[in-house]
């Protein structure tokens, strides 16, 4: 029973067990695994071939495609600083650029076909308005009506189907001292394999006239700042009946903010920037480069503002928050009564729109201004505490606390005057009516007597249709040329500063011999006076304060341009002329050297192998001692074994006030016994250069020193830039300007107590005891300090030698108690004899003129040149000339309107 009934059970058990040969593939409760693995295998019998001829059709049309696009593709140039499309190009949708200035350059290139490596080659030359720059490619125009730059390459990966963004940079030509209106910039692609070659699209840059400088705007928010375009301080105002030519002061400047920043990453190219105003694009958006940049511009002259809350909370980095004039403690509600006593502080006193203005004041209560104090060397302008300055080296960092765009702020009709005066800090204006060869310049006789009537804004220029041109210009001036100085603050030394010759005793008559030996063309004097006669004589009574008559304006590029006459570098240049060459050794030095040789050869050989038994030797070892003296002879002499070169440069290093980078320009005079072309490399990517064409002696005409290969700057392949095929003939010499920004490891710096810094100015004669701080890395010779007070006064103290990391005491004596040693170097009396003189140094500053005997800053010079001569001049501002008082306009436009009102009204009255 139990046997049964286990098979049975057994039997029901495999009854139960499901029929798999009868189950179907897909019975609703899942999909069994064998139907995929039968769908796979069936696969390619439903496909069949045609699927992969249709893959192959599609990647042929695609390859069609691709062949008919062009290989690469490319749009035009685009120069720095670069302004975003919906801000407005003022008609040059290229950019603009200033002669004679290092300018920064975009390219945008795209290779449609196929990976490509390469160099990107460009020129630039200067260009004609009433010629199209496609029509000027193919021809040549003559040598004295072009100037063009050298060639400029750099490398460029081009992934296939990517538009790449590559950067250049160039030396914006010019045309000696003539005006001109554009310049034209094309070049090239060349891959390395020479299979792939592209002419790029050419652009067309707007030349900038002398004094128009660049007023960069930083902001995700351009349509607020639509309102300083139009300003009458960017372009003075012009009514419709008048026909002389605009001349912009500002170009005003919107950079697009997608992306890494149109704008420059090295201070020399930010030369022709005179204003940075910073909104809201937060400082992060910049690359580390080009906030160096910013620093080492505005410590060399450039004016940054802060504008209010947004600009605070951008300027994030510690860098520049220790340079804000304000200690920024967050927000606070706007104070009504300050805001309100700040406006008339700056209200242009026919302006009667005053009471409007404080209304609205009242009723925009709400509004937010930035809190804390502010810091112990920072100035108010105006009064209420809302507009506050500091200066940082030569430079001027102004922040307010208030958003300068408000509405209660632009509706003001004083506002245009306001940024002119306050912000600007650029001279009172005054606008006239009728012939501007017969101004009236006379700030009384140009204001309404009776100004009741307040004009609405949007009826001047109507109310203007039927008066007589309306001209603007500055009190006191009657003419509307407008010095440089008045809209730029950046200067370089070695580019703007004059350097006059120092008055000299009679000296005997020479033979002409000897005369042309020691002769010193003063180069810079010529150059300063050919200068001052191009540019129209501007008087400068009433404009002393704002325009330095120390600066040396150039009839084209204004201050800050690049220039190879400038008088530093023209001096330089002559002193090089009396030190170009190879020493000839002296006969002391063959004598010694002879002795040395013969005790070596003879006595000294001998007991050496008498010693050690061995007296045969010293005949062998005659060969070898004999080679090894007359490569150390060779040495002694800097001979290169009859090839022979020499390198001889002058140098100034120029430090701003409490700042370790400086502005280093460098004179390099090479000479060679036999034709050579040189290279020259740069560390850093703060550098330039360019080389002088010189003559060759005096009496011969124009020699081409560099032969038929022009040299070629090459930027990108390296960590600095390049120059190579500097040709230099047999037995002559050529001359290189070079430009750098280095760092020097610390500041030269005045210290004092600390109760006499918080309480006194930068005056070195109003403190009981000031000390010199040398924390560089330099060893100063022959260091003096010269101070030139507010009333013209000045005094000057002999230093010495100050070593790296030391301190010494100033002890300031009468300016003509102490004087440069008479036997210096390369001419370096002469050159800090004219640095210290008190004619040239600005009332209210000081500085430091000192001495490196070596060169300074990272650079290679290939072939190397055994003989090396070097002295560098340092020159540090240890303390600036204070900007002028803010003064307000003489008038406004809608003034005239009103005049011209009551004029007509007192004529109907009359019977």
Not at 332 to 346: N, T, W, Y
Not at 565 to 574: K, Q
Not at 686 to 701: C, F, H, P
Request: proline share 7%; glycine share 6%.
């Amino acid at each position: 029973m139990r046997a049964s009934a286990a098979l049975h059970h057994h039997g029901d058990a495999a009854s139960d067990r499901p029929n798999l040969s009868n189950r179907p593939l897909f019975d609703g409760r899942g999909t069994d695994h064998r139907f995929w693995v039968l769908a796979i295998v069936l696969l390619p019998l439903i496909v069949g071939c045609d699927g992969c001829r249709m893959n192959e059709t599609v990647d042929e049309e695609a390859k069609k495609l691709e062949q008919l696009q062009p290989p690469f593709s490319t749009v035009p140039a685009k120069a720095y600083p670069l302004s975003r499309p919906d801000a407005g190009n003022g008609g040059f949708p290229d950019g603009s650029v200033k002669p004679g200035h290092w300018t920064s350059v975009e390219l945008s290139i795209r290779s449609n076909r196929e990976d490509r490596r390469g160099v990107v080659q460009t020129r630039a030359e200067v260009g004609r308005t009433e010629v199209t720059f496609e029509n000027e490619l193919e021809r040549e125009l003559p040598e004295l009506d072009s100037a063009k730059s050298f060639a400029v390459r750099r490398p460029a990966v081009l992934p296939k189907g990517q538009r790449r963004r590559l950067d250049t940079r160039l030396l914006v030509p010019n045309r000696g001292a003539k005006t001109i209106d554009a310049i034209r910039f094309g070049g090239e692609f060349i891959a390395n394999d020479s299979s792939g070659r592209l002419d790029l699209n050419p652009s067309r840059f707007a030349a900038m006239l002398p004094q128009t400088y660049f007023f960069v705007i930083l902001t995700d928010r351009p349509e607020r700042f639509t309102r300083l375009q139009t300003s009458n301080w960017v372009t003075p105002f012009r009514s419709e009946q008048s026909f002389s030519q605009s001349r912009d002061n500002y170009r005003i400047v919107i950079p697009p903010t997608q992306g890494v920043l149109p704008i420059a990453e090295t201070a020399l190219d930010w030369t022709s920037t005179a204003v940075l105003l910073w909104d809201d694009v937060p400082v992060t958006a910049l690359t580390i480069t080009q906030r160096t940049a910013i620093l080492d511009w505005l410590h060399f002259g450039g004016l940054l503002i802060v504008n209010g809350p947004s600009g605070v909370d951008s300027l994030s980095d510690r860098m520049f928050q220790d340079l804000l004039p304000i200690e920024t403690s967050g927000v606070e509600e706007l104070d009504i009564e300050a805001a309100q006593q700040f406006v008339r502080s700056h209200n242009i006193h026919t302006d009667v729109s005053i009471a409007s203005v404080a209304e609205n004041i009242a009723k925009n209560s709400s509004q937010v201004s930035v809190a804390g104090e502010k810091r112990a060397h920072a100035t108010e302008i105006g009064e209420g505490g809302l507009l506050v300055e500091q200066r940082v080296g030569r430079g001027r960092i102004v922040q307010s606390r208030v958003d300068l765009m408000s509405e209660w702020l632009t509706e003001w009709r004083s506002y245009d005057g306001f940024v002119n005066s306050a912000i600007l800090a650029r001279p009172p204006r005054v606008f006239h009516l009728g012939n501007p060869d017969r101004f009236i310049n006379n700030a009384a006789a140009s204001m309404p007597l009776d100004p009741t009537t307040l004009v609405p804004k949007e009826d001047v220029q109507a109310g203007l249709a039927g008066l007589p041109p309306v001209h603007q210009t500055f009190v006191g001036v009657e003419t509307e040329t407008v010095h440089p100085s008045i809209n730029t603050g950046v200067r370089f030394f070695s580019r703007d500063a004059k350097m006059p010759a120092i008055a000299k005793p009679a000296e005997p008559v020479r033979s002409n011999e000897e005369d042309e030996a020691v002769r010193v063309n003063d180069v810079s004097a010529v150059a300063e006076s050919t200068s001052q006669n191009d540019l129209p004589q501007t008087p400068v009574s009433s404009l002393a304060p704002w325009i330095w008559d120390d600066a040396w304006p150039h009839p084209v590029s204004g201050l800050g341009g690049w220039k190879n006459d400038s008088p530093m570098v023209a001096l330089g240049r002559d002193t090089l002329r009396h030190e170009i060459g190879v020493t000839i050794p002296d006969s002391s030095l063959v004598f010694r050297s002879l002795l040395i040789y013969l005790i070596v050869l003879i006595p000294v050989n001998y007991f050496v192998f008498r010693l050690l038994g061995r007296l045969e030797w010293a005949w062998l070892a005659v060969v070898p001692l004999a080679i090894l003296g007359a490569l150390w002879v060779a040495r002694a002499a800097q001979l290169d074994v009859g090839f022979a070169r020499s390198r001889n440069e002058v140098a100034l290093l120029e430090l701003p006030k409490d700042y370790s980078r400086g502005h280093l320009t460098r004179v390099i005079g090479l000479y060679n016994s036999l034709a050579s072309r040189y290279r020259v490399d740069f560390a850093t990517p703060d550098a330039a250069i360019d080389v002088i064409r010189t003559r060759r002696s005096q009496g011969e005409g124009d020699t081409n020193l560099f032969g038929n290969v022009e040299p070629e700057m090459d930027f990108g392949f390296e960590a600095g830039p390049s120059l190579d095929n500097i040709s230099v003939g047999s037995n002559s010499y050529g001359i290189v300007h070079t430009e750098q920004i280095i760092d020097i490891d610390g500041a030269i710096r005045v210290q004092v107590s600390a109760s006499e810094e918080a309480e006194s100015s930068d005056s070195l004669t109003s403190v009981d005891q000031a000390y010199l701080v040398n924390e560089s890395s330099l060893e100063l010779l022959d260091a003096f300090v010269v101070e030139r007070s507010i009333d013209g006064s000045s005094s000057i103290a002999s230093m010495g030698t100050l070593s790296s990391e030391s301190r010494k005491p100033i002890r300031l004596r009468p300016e003509n108690s102490v004087t440069v040693p008479g036997d210096l170097p390369m001419g370096m009396t002469d050159w800090m004899q004219r640095l210290i003189t008190p004619g040239m140094i600005q009332p209210g500053s000081a500085r430091l003129v000192a001495r490196v005997e070596q060169p300074l800053g990272e650079l290679t010079i290939t072939p190397n040149c055994k003989q090396v001569r070097a002295q560098t001049l340092v020159l540090v501002h240890l303390s600036m000339t204070p900007r002028p008082k803010a003064v307000q306009d003489a008038n406004m436009v809608s003034d005239l309107v009103r005049k011209s009102g009551n004029s007509t009204r007192a004529k109907a009255a009359a019977p």
